[in-house]
């Protein structure tokens, strides 16, 4: 073989592995942002289906939106089995737990959303009564 075949062979391996290497890279990158989605999406499903628990009246299963502080009321009226509820999709240990909001007045719920494969926990704060009923937040994990 010739040296310009074998620069040739040198310089396409070098190529082909650098490529290689870009693409785990942008792999990688776009799991953890894929695992970031499914945690939004859960939580914002669950924020839906207690609001729609909200504009029930309690006689027929709802809450009262002016004071829905009790999370383990709201997880036996959704249904769910367990707290926290699994997030499907949003990779290894992917859950939300349904939260009395601490910090806040009466009548908010935060659903925490958390992923070993996400960059950040999620956190959806339900509030049928305000004025902007459902606020999403990106903290640390």
């Known amino acids: 073989m010739g040296q310009q075949q074998l620069l040739l062979l040198v310089l396409s391996t070098v190529i082909v592995g650098l490529a290689t290497v870009a693409g785990i890279q942008a792999f990688s990158e776009n799991q953890a942002q894929a695992s970031q989605d499914a945690l939004v999406q859960r939580g914002t499903s669950i924020a839906s289906d207690i ?19 009790d999370a383990s009321t709201i997880i036996d009226r959704l249904g769910y089995d ?12 992917g859950e939300c737990e349904i939260k ?18 996400s960059p950040q926990k999620v956190t959806v704060g339900v509030s049928p009564s ?10 640390s994990p």
């Not at 367990?82 to 997030?87: G, H, L």
């Not at 009395?100 to 494969?117: A, K, L």
């Open 51 to 69: 609001q729609g628990l909200a504009g029930k009246p309690t006689q027929m299963g709802g809450i009262d939106p002016t004071d829905i502080s």
């Open 82 to 93: 367990a707290n926290p509820v699994s997030a499907e999709g949003a990779g290894t240990n």
């Open 100 to 117: 009395n909001n601490s910090d806040s007045s009466v009548g908010t719920i935060d659903i925490v959303c958390t992923s070993d494969d």
């Open 130 to 139: 305000a004025d902007e009923p459902v606020t999403t937040q990106f903290g």
